[in-house]
C-alpha cells in the first residue's frame, strides 16, 4: 500500500489544480464570467473587468470577497458582482463593508466609535464562538456610506500628510493617505461607465440623442447671434457638464478604439464618449451597451444582461481579437489562481517532508518530491503566463520578484532532491515557496500587478539578462540560509541530524552558496553595464547598487572562510543563515531608504516584517552558537 502513496498524492495535487479550470456557475442567472473578460484600459494597460475588479478589492480591503461577518451570506459572492454593483447600482455598492482600515486614529477621524466596530450576531451561539475567537468580534471593514460624512476632514489630513516624506509619516498619516487613495479609487470606479445617481442611465442618453439635433442647433444660433430655441438650449446645457464631469471622474478607458488599427490613445473614458456625440450625432454602441448592462442588472433581467454581453463581446472579438483573446486568457489566469493554489501545495510539501523523516521516508519523501514538482509547474505556467501577457521578461517589479525568487529557489530544490533523496530539499522548497508567495500576495494588495514599467527597468533585452541573472542569485543565497536552518533547527532541537545528513546539508550548502556566488557576481556585473548604457555610469553607489555588491563580497567571505579552514560546518551555517539577512535588505531594505534611482516607496507593513525577519535570523545564528554538548543532536 505504501508504494501507491506518491502516485495518490499527485493524482490529488492535480486534481485539486484542475479543479480551478470548471466553468463558473451563473450568478443568479448573470453571466458575470463573461461580464469580466470584457476588456478596458486602464494604467496604460488593457485589461478585463475581472482584474479591475479582484485588484481593486485586494486594494481596498486585502481580499477578493465582500461580506460582513456577523451575517452568514455575503452581499456579493464574486469580485464581478461587486464590480457589476458598483458600475450599475453604486447606492447599494456603497453600502457593503469594503474599506479596511485598521488605524484607531483613523477610526475616530472617520466618525466610527467603538461600538460601531463591535459585531452583533443573531445568535446566541455565534455570540458563543465570537467570544472564543472563533468568530471576528469586531469589524475592519466599512462602507462608503459611513465614510461619506467625513470626506472634507479626511481630505483635509491628507494635504497635510502628503508633503511630509514617506519615511518620516507617522503610522495614522500613513493611514489617512492610504484611505484617501482608496476612496478615489472607489469613486473612479463608479464613474467607470454609469454616472453615478442616474436612476435610468439608458433612458437618459436616448433622450440625449434625441435632443441632440436641436441643442447644437440652439447653441450655434446663439454664438451667431440668431434666434434660437431656448428649451432645446437648456437641456443639452444641463446634460452635457454631467458628462464633462464624468469623463474626467475616473481614468479608468471603458470605450474602446473603432478598429485594431487604432493605438491604446484610442480609447476614452465613457464620459468622454457620450460627449463626441455631440460632433457624431450618434451614441457610441460600446456606451450603449454598458448602458444596456445597467438598465438589464437595475431590473433584475439577467436574460437581457446576458444577451448585451453576448452581443457586445462579439463585436469586440471582431474589431480587437488581440485584446479579447488576452482578456479571456487572463481571467481565466485570475481564476485558476496558480500561485495561491501553488502555495497551498507547498504547504503539504512541507508537512510531508517532515513527517518523512519520522514515519516512511521512502514513501512520503517521494510523495513530497512529487508535489514539490507539481507547485512547480503551476508556478511556471503562472509565471509564463504573466510573461506572455505583459509581454516582459519575467522579473519588472517587486511582486514579480518575489515570485521569481520562489521559483528559483524550488527548482534548485529539486535537484538538491533528486540528488540527495532525504527530503530536505523538499523541506526546503516548501518553506521557500510558501513564504515567498505569501510575500507576493501581501505585495499584491497594493493593485494590479501587471503594471506599466518603471523607467529604470524599461528595458526587455536588460530585464531578461541582469535582472533575471541576479534575481536566481537571491534565490540561491535563500536557499542557503533556509537550508542552513534546516541544519540549526534539526540539530539543535531536534536527534534527527545524524553524522551522514550533516555531511549531506554541509555539501549543499556549499554548492549553492557557490552557484549564488557566480549569479550574483555575473548579475550585478551585468547590472553596472545596464547602468553605463542607461545613465552614463558603471557604478554609482546606488543603495541597490550596494546591496548587490554586499551580496556578493559576503557569499565570497563565506567560502574563503571555508577554504581556509576558519570554520566548519556549524560556522558554515551560521555564516549562510546572515546571508538571509543581506539579501532580504538588498532585495527590500533598499527600496525603502526613499533614496537612489531603484528606491521604490517606503512601505510601512514591509518595514516590520523585515525587521522582524532580520531579528530571526540573528536568534538562529546565536541559538546555532550553542555549546554542541547543548545540541539534542550529537554529531561527534
Not at 557604478?539 to 563580497?553: C, F, Q, R, T, Y
Request: aromatic content about 12%; hydrophobic content about 50%; charged content about 15%.
Amino acid at each position: 500500500m505504501k508504494r501507491f502513496i506518491p502516485s495518490i498524492v499527485l493524482l490529488l495535487g492535480l486534481g485539486y489544480l484542475l479543479s480551478a479550470f470548471r466553468p463558473a456557475a451563473p450568478d443568479r442567472g448573470y453571466d458575470l464570467e463573461a461580464f469580466g473578460r470584457l476588456p478596458v484600459l486602464a494604467n496604460g494597460r488593457i485589461k478585463p473587468l475581472d482584474t479591475i475588479a479582484r485588484s481593486s478589492l485586494l486594494q481596498l480591503q486585502g481580499r477578493q470577497r465582500v461580506s460582513d461577518p456577523a451575517v452568514s451570506e455575503p452581499f456579493a459572492a464574486t469580485p464581478g458582482a461587486w464590480l457589476a454593483d458598483v458600475f450599475f447600482a453604486p447606492e447599494k455598492a456603497d453600502t457593503y463593508p469594503t474599506f479596511r482600515i485598521d488605524s484607531p486614529e483613523l477610526l475616530t477621524l472617520m466618525g466610527i466609535s467603538e461600538a460601531d466596530t463591535r459585531i452583533t450576531y443573531d445568535s446566541g451561539i455565534k455570540h458563543a464562538f465570537a467570544i472564543l475567537g472563533f468568530l471576528p468580534s469586531s469589524r475592519a471593514r466599512f462602507s462608503f456610506r459611513q465614510l461619506e460624512p467625513k470626506l472634507g476632514e479626511l481630505e483635509r489630513q491628507t494635504q497635510l500628510a502628503s508633503p511630509i516624506p514617506a519615511q518620516t509619516r507617522t503610522p495614522f498619516q500613513r493611514a489617512v493617505i492610504q484611505l484617501y487613495g482608496n476612496i478615489r479609487h472607489y469613486l473612479e470606479l463608479k464613474h467607470t461607465v454609469v454616472m453615478p445617481g442616474s436612476a435610468d442611465f439608458l433612458g437618459e442618453l436616448l433622450r440625449f440623442q434625441e435632443i441632440l439635433p436641436a441643442g447644437i442647433a440652439a447653441v450655434r444660433a446663439r454664438q451667431a447671434g440668431q434666434p434660437y430655441e431656448e428649451p432645446a438650449l437648456k437641456a443639452i446645457m444641463e446634460l452635457a457638464p454631467r458628462y464633462d464631469f464624468m469623463g474626467g471622474s475616473t481614468s479608468i478607458l471603458a470605450i474602446p478604439p473603432p478598429s485594431t488599427a487604432a493605438d491604446a490613445t484610442a480609447w476614452k473614458t465613457s464620459g468622454n464618449a457620450i460627449l463626441d456625440t455631440i460632433q457624431t450625432g450618434s451614441l457610441n454602441p460600446a456606451v450603449l451597451a454598458y448602458a444596456g448592462l445597467a438598465h438589464s442588472w437595475r431590473q433584475g433581467q439577467p436574460e437581457q444582461f446576458n444577451k448585451v454581453v453576448e452581443l457586445y463581446a462579439k463585436e469586440l472579438e471582431r474589431r480587437l481579437p488581440d485584446a479579447i483573446s488576452k482578456a479571456r486568457a487572463e481571467t481565466q489566469f485570475n481564476a485558476a489562481e496558480p500561485f495561491y493554489r501553488s502555495m497551498t501545495l507547498f504547504a503539504f510539501v512541507f508537512l510531508l517532508g517532515i513527517v518523512s523523516w519520522l514515519k516512511w521516508p521512502e514513501a512520503l519523501g517521494r510523495s513530497a518530491y512529487f508535489l514539490t514538482a507539481l507547485a512547480l509547474v503551476a508556478m511556471t505556467a503562472g509565471i509564463a503566463t504573466r510573461m506572455w501577457l505583459e509581454g516582459r521578461p519575467p522579473v519588472t517589479n517587486l511582486y514579480s520578484s518575489a515570485l521569481f525568487v520562489g521559483w528559483g529557489a524550488v527548482a534548485l530544490c529539486l535537484v538538491l532532491e533528486a540528488i540527495y533523496r532525504n527530503a530536505i530539499g523538499s523541506v526546503a522548497a516548501g518553506v521557500i515557496g510558501f513564504c515567498t508567495l505569501l510575500i507576493a500576495h501581501h505585495l499584491s494588495l497594493g493593485g494590479d500587478t501587471l503594471e506599466m514599467m518603471r523607467a529604470v527597468l524599461d528595458s526587455n533585452f536588460w530585464l531578461a539578462t541582469h535582472v533575471v541573472v541576479i534575481t536566481i542569485g537571491y534565490s540561491a543565497t535563500f536557499l542557503a540560509g533556509f537550508l542552513a536552518l534546516i541544519y540549526i533547527v534539526r540539530g539543535v532541537f531536534t536527534k534527527s541530524l545524524d553524522r551522514g545528513t550533516a555531511d549531506a546539508l554541509n555539501r549543499m550548502v556549499y554548492g549553492i552558496v557557490c552557484f549564488g556566488t557566480l549569479f550574483s557576481m555575473i548579475g550585478t556585473v551585468l547590472g553596472g553595464i545596464w547602468a553605463d548604457q542607461s545613465w552614463g555610469r558603471f557604478w554609482g553607489w546606488d543603495p541597490k547598487e550596494n546591496g548587490a555588491l554586499i551580496i556578493v563580497l559576503w557569499n565570497a567571505i563565506i567560502l574563503h572562510a571555508r577554504w581556509g579552514g576558519f570554520v566548519r560546518q556549524r560556522g558554515l551555517m551560521m555564516l549562510a543563515v546572515f546571508g538571509n539577512i543581506v539579501t532580504s535588505w538588498s532585495w527590500f531594505g533598499t527600496n525603502m531608504l526613499g533614496v537612489g534611482l531603484h528606491s521604490y516607496g517606503f512601505m510601512d507593513a514591509a518595514f516590520w516584517w523585515l525587521s522582524a525577519f532580520i531579528v530571526s535570523q540573528l536568534a538562529f545564528i546565536a541559538v546555532a552558537a550553542l555549546p554542541t554538548e547543548r545540541w539534542r543532536s550529537r554529531l561527534a
